[in-house]
């Protein structure tokens, strides 16, 4: 069974900094590129980042780009979203997502 379980949400003041982890299972993670999607409330699914499968390339998404570092560390089948001068509009639930499977998610709230 696939499984993906994200850690690591919580709330923030704007311009703090959170570090989001997905844990999977049940699957080749060192084969499978993966990424981070989230959804604000009331809006449809956004990618995020997304990274290759032996961390060769990085991508993100123009509205944190500068701000989120997408990592992964094989041996422990774990990816990683880095998140720092968070904004309000990154408030989301952020889901991360692999062999088009997302976990359950973990939700980020800037607010002041």
């Known amino acids: 069974e696939v499984r993906l379980v994200e850690s690591g949400g919580g709330v923030v003041h704007p311009g703090g900094s959170l570090t989001l982890a997905c844990i999977t299972s049940?699957?080749?993670?060192?084969?499978?590129?993966m990424s981070w999607v989230r959804q604000a409330p009331g809006k449809g699914p956004e990618w995020v980042a997304g990274?290759?499968?032996?961390?060769?390339?990085?991508r993100y998404a123009d509205s944190v780009k500068g701000r989120f570092t997408i990592s992964r560390d094989n041996a422990k089948n774990t990816v990683y979203l880095q998140m720092n001068d968070l904004k309000p509009e990154d408030t989301a639930v952020y889901y991360c997502?692999?062999?088009?499977?997302w976990g359950q998610g973990t939700q980020v709230t800037v607010s002041s």
């Open positions: 997502e692999g062999l088009g499977v």
């Open positions: 049940g699957f080749d993670f060192s084969a499978r590129d």
């Open positions: 990274i290759h499968k032996r961390s060769l390339t990085t």
